[in-house]
């Protein structure tokens, strides 16, 4: 047991550094926002990207900056967009809760004083690393209210629109309007929330309830926490494999990413096929939107590197084939610089910030299917399942890749990396041996 928890430290402590202390990580955690955000066509300025950054991170510093958010936290954590720590730090505090429960070290570390310092120390970088993926969340949810408001205001009073979200179907006044197909009916859900005001005014209610603004809440929240990485939605089989030492890399993110995408197609597909003309247009910008964030952006972004550069897509198929580490081969390449003689020289991983770039297939399979006329909820479901699966050996690598604390532990029993790299020399002195071992293992969960 013992060494059990000795390697979920060793793997919790690579995982913390490569995320919460690296400045790569949160740099990516925060580019990340925008395409959250256009992958349901949420960048527009019904989103208040601006106002929602500012909320999502005030107080990083200064816990009581954000006391003049508090009616609009108190709300986001209402509709569980607000959360107090992001999908891959919950992860890995669940698994060093684990690991360093029984410890001797750190009861003694615990007994000093010295925990509580360190972790009074981290908060801040916490607190930036969980703006960023409450602020994702709350842009889609602002986007999916000016949606489905316009949607509620543009249909006509005998169109119906779907019902998903739990708060409304435990409301027991729209409850009464849910239908055995789970739709509402436009007019009827209008006219209740009239009436419901109405008769709160007459009462003299101080602050009387929207049911109508109620009721799109919820199901905007329900839509962006479907299509936003949101920890306590993650599949408790996933949220398992965090457990196993020696396997599995930040697993909730992939994962969410995959769910994510899939409901983001679903969602669209519901929205197509449905009979409410108005909800058709949402579902096409919608599958138009994560076409263009998962191809048109990388595309268009390698086309401006190719053009600037005067490089050539041949030398970047090139390099892949050649000359690319393994994370590199499948990625988006943006070439930034060349030589003299026209060769590249730089360039720039768009896949690293990219949560998206490995998901283009099935959105294009549903788009083309939708382009010839296929409108058939069943049939688009299917699609998009059957591309979701051809692309799973790709998706599959952060779950089967060994871990990092316990990789770099083989690397060093082995004298040399993945790549090929030289650790140590077999005829190095068994103390040099050592302590480049030792080197190695750090260096490999330090912060990047």
Do not use: C
Request: hydrophobic share 35%; net charge positive; glycine share 8%.
């Amino acid at each position: 047991m013992g060494a059990y928890k000795g390697l979920l430290a060793l793997k919790t402590v690579g995982q913390y550094n490569k995320t919460l202390l690296s400045v790569g990580a949160h740099i990516r955690n925060n580019t990340s926002i925008p395409l959250f955000a256009a992958m349901n066509g949420n960048l527009g300025p019904s989103a208040d990207f601006l106002g929602t950054l500012k909320k999502s991170f005030a107080g990083v510093l200064d816990p009581k900056g954000k006391t003049k958010y508090n009616k609009e936290l108190k709300e986001g954590r209402e509709y569980g967009i607000v959360v107090g720590r992001g999908t891959q730090l919950e992860e890995i505090a669940d698994l060093a809760s684990y690991a360093d429960s029984d410890l001797g070290l750190m009861k003694k570390l615990k007994s000093n004083g010295l925990t509580s310092r360190l972790l009074n120390a981290r908060k801040p970088i916490e607190r930036v690393y969980t703006g960023s993926d409450n602020a994702a969340r709350w842009i889609n949810w602002n986007g999916e209210q000016a949606k489905l408001a316009k949607v509620i205001a543009d249909s006509t009073d005998d169109a119906f629109i779907p019902v998903n979200a739990a708060k409304n179907f435990s409301n027991t006044d729209i409850q009464k309007l849910i239908r055995s197909d789970g739709t509402i009916n436009v007019g009827e859900l209008k006219k209740l929330s009239q009436e419901f005001f109405e008769q709160q005014s007459k009462e003299k209610k101080k602050e009387p309830i929207n049911l109508l603004d109620k009721f799109i809440k919820a199901e905007s929240a329900d839509i962006a926490l479907n299509v936003t990485p949101t920890y306590s939605r993650t599949p408790e089989i996933v949220k398992q494999l965090k457990f196993i030492p020696v396997f599995g890399n930040f697993t909730a993110f992939p994962s969410e990413i995959i769910r994510n995408t899939g409901n983001t197609i679903s969602r669209s597909i519901k929205e197509l096929t449905s009979n409410n003309a108005e909800l058709q247009k949402v579902g096409m910008r919608r599958i138009t939107s994560a076409l263009t964030t998962t191809v048109g952006v990388p595309a268009g972004l390698i086309a401006t590197g190719l053009a600037l550069t005067g490089a050539k897509q041949e030398q970047i198929d090139a390099y892949k084939r050649s000359f690319a580490a393994p994370w590199e081969k499948t990625a988006t390449m943006i070439p930034t610089s060349t030589d003299e003689a026209g060769n590249i020289t730089g360039f720039i991983n768009y896949s690293y910030t990219n949560p998206y770039d490995f998901l283009q297939r099935p959105i294009k399979a549903v788009l083309n299917a939708v382009a010839t006329g296929n409108r058939n909820e069943a049939s688009l479901m299917s699609i998009a399942s059957n591309s979701m699966i051809d692309m799973a050996g790709e998706i599959g690598n952060p779950f089967l890749s060994t871990s990092i604390g316990a990789n770099s532990l083989l690397e060093a029993y082995a004298g040399k990396t993945s790549t090929g790299k030289i650790i140590y020399n077999e005829s190095d002195e068994l103390g040099d041996k050592g302590w480049k071992s030792t080197a190695h293992i750090l260096n490999s969960i330090s912060p990047t």
